[in-house]
Antibody, heavy 119, light 107 residues
Framework: QVQLVQSGAEVKKPGASVKVSCKALGYTITPYYIHWVRQAPGQGLEWMGIINPSGGATDYAQKFQGRVTMTRDTSTSTVYMDLSSLRSEDTAVYYC????????????WGQGTLVTVSS | DIQMTQSPSSLSASIGDRVTITCRASQDISNYLNWYQQKPGKAPNLLIY???SLQSGVPSRFSGSGSGTEFTLTISSLQPEDFATYYCQQSHSTPLTFGGGTKVDIK
């Protein structure tokens, strides 16, 4: 069945970088855009950006421009989100989620990856 | 950026109650509006897409309506498993944006 399986929890120091992976299982990755959404503790959902696995084009939220990089490896059906210059406000659960080409809704989400930024 | 405003931010209701949540967009988004349910420690789950289409497997007590800037999510008869937080999300344009959420708890 369709699954998005994310990498495990991370603890990072301020100023460091984190790379979170999202592996697609049970479907062909290329017809589906992958988005990254984060949720700080007790807070709402915040969109970070999108990657098109077919070709690798990206679009990032302005808030994260210059700090976020989204990449993909089609051979392993895996998408990556790299966030640099971490600060305490980046402590959050990071989700990947897919949207099928031609549709506009997130139909499957990863289980989430908790990233804790603490000195 | 399109701002999404949900109301109320929280509500208390009883089993069997009819519950309505409102979402307003800061500009016309046509019907590019989705609703998600999130339970503690879990990823959001799609309920309604393009304002009024019920996602496969979602109970028919959930319904959505609206277009332009005003949208509603209705739960016709609240069930124990419906106590959760609900988010609207616009997919008209990037950056995609979410409402602040509505927490539904037990009265």
């Amino acid at each position: 069945q369709v699954q998005l399986v994310q990498s495990g929890a991370e603890v990072k120091k301020p100023g460091a970088s984190v790379k979170v992976s999202c592996k697609a299982l049970g479907y062909t990755i290329t017809p589906y855009y992958i988005h990254w959404v984060r949720q700080a503790p007790g807070q709402g959902l915040e969109w970070m950006g999108i990657i098109n696995p077919s070709g690798g084009a990206t679009d990032y939220a302005q808030k994260f421009q210059g700090r976020v990089t989204m990449t993909r490896d089609t051979s392993t059906s895996t998408v990556y989100m790299d966030l640099s210059s971490l600060r305490s406000e980046d402590t959050a659960v990071y989700y990947c989620a897919r949207i099928k080409t031609g549709t506009t809704h997130f139909d499957y989400w990863g289980q989430g990856t908790l990233v804790t930024v603490s000195s | 950026d399109i701002q999404m405003t949900q109301s109320p931010s929280s509500l208390s209701a009883s089993i069997g109650d009819r519950v309505t949540i409102t979402c307003r967009a800061s500009q016309d988004i046509s019907n590019y509006l989705n609703w998600y349910q999130q339970k503690p420690g879990k990823a959001p789950n799609l309920l309604i897409y393009v304002a009024s289409s019920l996602q496969s497997g979602v109970p028919s007590r959930f319904s959505g309506s609206g277009s332009g800037t005003e949208f509603t999510l209705t739960i016709s008869s609240l069930q124990p498993e419906d106590f959760a937080t609900y988010y609207c999300q616009q997919s008209h344009s990037t950056p995609l944006t979410f409402g602040g959420g509505t927490k539904v708890d037990i009265k």
